[in-house]
């Protein structure tokens, strides 16, 4: 994927709900990467930051059992699906109050019909058997799963959509196409396009440029319906940007590629779209989190399995 834009986005004003829901992904995974660096974490993380409105845009079109399968990259999956910062930061400092008990991390998160891993395209399988169970059983409901665009090198991912397109399961492969794969540059390990790949099965493909959260939803609301009621998988690739490094500290890459993803960072774009209001609202969410960590890291450690 090429970078092309230069300038922050155009955006339109969001409603508070929205604003806050990508504040808090933001701030908290800002928060993780403060306390990594002042060694109150270990381990590592994956952040998003820069991708945050993907699921922020997606999660009122998802219904409640609609099961959202995530990846390594998660925690704004798991935050836009469920307003827990508490519990997820416990989560990945293993105390009281922790989603898994302590024991899946930042990667492993399970909750309801929300399910992630670490490992790249070992969910397709799976979200491909939850939504033939939906359509077993009759019930309006599909199977949500994001991945990567380094994960087009899983051959589970062919094998699913392939099953998904034979069988009409109501799937939904979101691909967040950042351009790049940990240190690797997708044009420098991916031929042919995920369009020619998703058509290749015959499956439906839509692709988001746009950071504007109205439009991706107007965009997608009837194309998501149809995979879920009419059982058309699909395949919806965002053409997104990571600020970050792939972990923490491995950014290889040229600080004008860095740069450029900054230029297009949604943050300044919905700040310039009603700057006064941002700013309250950004200021509400860091007190949040400051107090949500506060809270946490003064909370006994779980002993595992039982938070
Ligand atoms: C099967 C497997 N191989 C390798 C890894 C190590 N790994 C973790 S993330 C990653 C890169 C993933 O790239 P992409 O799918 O583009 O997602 P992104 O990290 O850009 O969000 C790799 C190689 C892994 N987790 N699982």
Redesign the pocket.
């Known amino acids: 994927m090429t970078i092309t834009a230069q300038a922050p986005p155009e955006l339109r004003a969001l409603d508070d709900e929205d604003l806050e829901s990508l504040l808090l992904v933001r701030h908290f995974e800002r928060k993780l990467l403060d306390l990594f660096a002042a060694g109150k974490l270990n381990g590592t993380t994956?952040t998003?930051l820069g991708?945050e409105y993907v699921p922020v845009s997606l999660n009122p079109l998802l219904a409640e059992d609609d099961f959202v399968f995530s990846?390594?990259?998660g925690h704004g999956h798991y935050l836009a699906r469920f307003a827990d910062p508490a519990g997820l930061l416990a989560e990945i400092t293993g105390r009281e109050g922790a989603v898994c008990g302590g024991v899946g991390g930042s990667q492993h998160i399970f909750r309801g019909s929300y399910l992630s891993t670490?490992?790249?395209?070992?969910s397709l399988p799976v979200a491909a058997g939850a939504a033939l169970h939906f359509k077993r059983n009759e019930l309006p409901l599909l199977a949500a799963v994001y991945?990567?665009?380094?994960?087009?090198g899983?051959g589970s991912v062919y094998e699913a959509l392939n099953i998904a397109q034979l069988w009409e399961l109501p799937l939904l492969v979101v691909v967040?196409?950042?351009g790049?794969?940990?240190t690797t540059p997708?044009a420098a390990n991916m031929a042919g396009t995920v369009r020619g790949r998703a058509e290749a099965f015959g499956v439906g493909y839509h692709r988001v440029t746009t950071h504007d959260i109205h439009r991706i939803r107007a965009e997608l609301a009837p194309e998501i319906e149809r995979v879920r009621h009419q059982h058309q998988p699909l395949v919806v690739e965002f053409e997104t940007v990571?600020l970050g490094p792939?972990s923490k500290g491995d950014d290889t890459r040229p600080a004008e590629v860095v740069e450029r993803a900054r230029q297009r960072d949604w943050y300044g774009g919905y700040r310039a779209a009603d700057p006064e209001r941002f700013d309250r609202h950004d200021h509400k969410v860091r007190e949040l989190i400051d107090l949500v960590a506060a809270d946490v890291l003064e909370r006994p450690l779980v002993s595992g399995g039982v938070a």
């Not at 670490?118 to 070992?122: F, K, L, M, R």
């Open positions: 994956h998003c991708q990846n390594h990259r670490g490992i790249q395209g070992e991945i990567g665009d380094g994960t087009w899983e967040e196409n950042n790049i794969s940990q997708s990571r792939h």
